[in-house]
Nanobody, 120 residues
Framework: QAQLAESGGESVQPGGSLSLSCVGSEGTFKLLGVGWFRQVPGKDREFVGSITLRTGTTYFRDSVKGRFSISRDSEKKTVWLHMNSLKPEDTAVYYC?????????????WGQGTQVTVSS
């Protein structure tokens, strides 16, 4: 069964940078794409960005465009979310999953999440 695991979350100051990794199990990188989502208590899980594994095409929500980027290494079965110019409102638990689109309903095989805290 496909599995994903996120890591790299930590506490950073506003304006700082952080990269999260999402590592897949054997066979997972034959699937369509990987999405990154984030969630804060009491709110729905929201789309952050995604990458199509075959072409490397990326998509982002408006609030992170120009600050976040996504890269992948299919041989290492890893996708990274690179975050720059972090803001306090980026604080959340970040998840990766396989699928496509901007709705969490289009994704499966969610990882366990990794906490990102942006605070001075």
């Amino acid at each position: 069964q496909a599995q994903l695991a996120e890591s790299g979350g930590e506490s950073v100051q506003p304006g700082g940078s952080l990269s999260l990794s999402c590592v897949g199990s054997e066979g997972t990188f034959k699937l369509l794409g990987v999405g990154w989502f984030r969630q804060v208590p009491g709110k729905d899980r929201e789309f952050v960005g995604s990458i199509t594994l075959r072409t490397g095409t990326t998509y982002f929500r408006d609030s992170v465009k120009g600050r976040f980027s996504i890269s992948r290494d299919s041989e290492k079965k890893t996708v990274w979310l690179h975050m720059n110019s972090l803001k306090p409102e980026d604080t959340a638990v970040y998840y990766c999953a396989f699928g496509s689109g901007m709705s969490w309903k289009g994704y499966s095989f969610w990882g366990q999440g990794t906490q990102v805290t942006v605070s001075s």
